[in-house]
């Protein structure tokens, strides 16, 4: 087993990059790692962290893809960076698997250009494991690749993910979740409704139907499929969620039972929606909203940017 | 003021709703309530809770729609449910507001069937606040009114959600984003790259740029714009992660730096993306899930998988 690295790729690196090749070389008896970038610049940071090992190849480079960089010119402008080379490594049969914690972007544009689709697969794709209560782990996808999603392409994400789950994690018949905004057939957007029609019909997927975001961490399946742009901003916020907690930040500000009701905007009338669950708390928090938005004249307010707006255009 | 509430509408109703309206009165001493129901029962639940009060008026009606009736038939079939007889209240000026609690999309269908649009609105909308650092709060709209928009209704979106922050929060020139993947222009789907040009060109609205997931809860903007299908489910999710942490689960099954990297999906090789910020244990695990990848077969399943897929259609 041959693993290739880009030594230099992420913020931390090369540093974090050659002690973690140490610390996974002591852990796994077994593999090479070939350490692609700056011959010279390899070694001495090997001699600094004390690492001499037959299972070290190193495969000298010049040439980087900055985080920043555009992607596409870069490819262009670097043939020989690191992120190339890497890919080719494993095109070539020359390592089994390549890792980069540089460029995304470049990774995702390198791949799609070094190595092919595998057959029948319409859309590579990217997921990431998504936490469940009891320790367990969904795996969401996509989270960024495809951006605009055609209902195909979403029953390839079901497919990728369930090979997934089933070779890494030993789940015979992953049961797989469309990401959507109620339970029930016929709720969602243009895509999910589609979605929903396709992925009943495929007897190889063991489909379970829509989930809704109040259960995502709730163990209902192991693979929960999306397009790219909603998994990205999914994914993102997530990685904020645990920012803000791990600060110890008052929970309570997520309680939306505490906010009261909602207004519906743009309509000739004062109109709050509710949370079925509403507490006397809650009743009396929407009724002193309902009190505030016809004292501060929100309709009249509305009325007048809308008028203007008209205006104008 | 009259402010009209669908005293039977909620999980926890009447009993909350009349406590609240008790509550209300208590703090509020101009407004009147008009309480829309059953007026015998009404009357024993105020006569239970000790509430006499000259500024309440009941509204009789023995008509209601559940929870999980389909709307536009309970509309047809129930033309005195409490809904319609509240909004109708509003329409005809006799309440100058009106609270449900109760079934949300009989309200929203109620309300477009009986409230007009406000001229120059394309799209009524719904919105929430959404929890900012240091206690401030963002307003994200449209949470779940309208699944498949169109970029002007985005912008439409843009302005109902600074006017309601200016009027409801003495916000000024509230800064407006848009929900996208990426804050450079150019990012992001079909949709949120067309209503990023159409909102640089507003002269009303200030439009600040794009905002990503992860900053959702950094105080960047006072207003979020994305569609109701993303708005539906962050909200749901972020309702979600409030269960999670109110029940002092362990933050760091968010701490995304724990799982290593990602592997693209679908390709011909194995190619894994790190964290940018990977510290060296990420790069020991990404080490360790690229061995596990290559051990585990991934590929050659995902090739006998898709080839299956390929023979049976």
């Not at 790692?33 to 495969?59: F, N, P």
């Not at 993102?236 to 939306?256: M, T």
């Amino acid at each position: 087993m041959r693993i290739a690295l880009d030594v230099f790729g992420g913020d931390l690196a090369p540093q974090a990059s050659i002690e973690g090749v140490s610390l996974f070389l002591q852990e796994n008896k077994q593999a090479h790692v070939l350490l692609i970038g700056y011959e010279d610049a390899i070694q001495k940071l090997m001699a600094e962290h004390g690492i001499s090992t037959t299972r070290i190849d190193i495969i000298h480079t010049t040439e980087y893809i900055g985080m920043d960089e555009q992607p596409v010119q870069a490819f262009q402008q670097k043939p020989k960076n690191s992120i190339s080379v890497g890919l080719s490594l494993v095109k070539e049969r020359k390592a089994d698997a390549f890792i980069s914690a540089g460029n995304t972007g470049a990774m995702l544009v390198g791949a799609s250009l070094i190595l092919s689709p595998i057959k029948g697969v319409q859309r590579p794709t990217i997921g990431t494991y998504y936490p469940q209560k009891g320790g367990a782990f969904a795996y969401l996808l996509d989270v960024g690749l495809n951006m605009d999603c055609k209902p195909e392409h979403l029953v390839g994400f079901a497919q990728l993910g369930s090979t997934y789950m089933r070779v890494m994690h030993h789940i015979g018949s992953p049961r797989v979740a469309l990401l959507n905004v109620g339970q029930e057939r016929g709720k969602g957007n243009q895509l999910t409704k589609k979605v929903y029609e396709l992925l009943s019909r495929q007897n190889d997927i063991y489909f379970i139907g829509n989930i809704e975001g109040r259960d995502l961490h709730n163990q209902i399946a192991e693979v929960i499929v999306c397009d790219g742009f909603l998994g990205n901003i999914l994914l993102k916020h997530a990685e904020a969620i645990y920012d803000l907690f791990k600060d110890r930040i008052d929970v309570n500000i997520f309680n939306y039972e505490l906010y009261g009701g909602t207004p519906i905007l743009g309509i000739e009338g004062v109109a709050i929606i509710g949370h079925g669950i509403s507490n006397r708390t809650a009743f009396k928090n929407m009724l002193h909203k309902a009190a505030e938005l016809v004292e501060k004249k929100l309709i009249e307010n509305i009325q007048s940017d809308f008028e203007k707006k008209y205006v104008l255009r």
